[in-house]
């Protein structure tokens, strides 16, 4: 209902809404559950988003008579590290805000890690 606010009002090429969270879980169960693990998804909803695609590599799971660890992409205890970076996310949204390449850095500390500063999920 936010968006379509948005888009009634006439600011939806104006409003981005995005949500990150780098807490996940692991693929394997540690007997209690699982462990504490990296990744998660982002959302990104507004006017100038390009949806309807996944931004980033999703992980090579192996699976079998249930999803299992193992895959090429497992660090171990199936741990997946995330392919994209929170710094890349925060990059294109600083750069849709008008944020020069050569301040990204002060908004995104590691972005100098990465060749790809803008993910190109907006417009």
Do not use: C, M
Not at 9 to 21: D, K
Not at 35 to 56: E, K, N, P, S
Not at 101 to 107: A, E, K, T, V
Request: no cysteine; net charge negative.
């Amino acid at each position: 209902r936010f968006y379509d606010a948005t888009v009634e009002l006439g600011v939806a090429q104006s409003v981005v809404t995005f949500t990150q969270s780098d807490f996940g879980r692991t693929l394997t169960s540690n007997g209690d559950g699982t462990d504490h693990a990296w990744g998660g998804v982002q959302f990104a909803v507004g006017g100038q988003v390009q949806g309807g695609r996944i931004y980033g590599t999703y992980p090579l799971l192996k699976v079998g008579a249930t999803l299992a660890a193992d895959g090429a992409d497992d660090v171990g205890g199936g741990r997946f590290i995330p392919t994209t970076s929170s710094d890349q996310y925060a990059a294109t949204l600083a750069r849709w805000f008008g944020i020069t390449d050569s301040n990204l850095p002060q908004i995104a500390r590691s972005i100098g890690n990465f060749s790809a500063r803008d993910l190109g999920f907006l417009v």
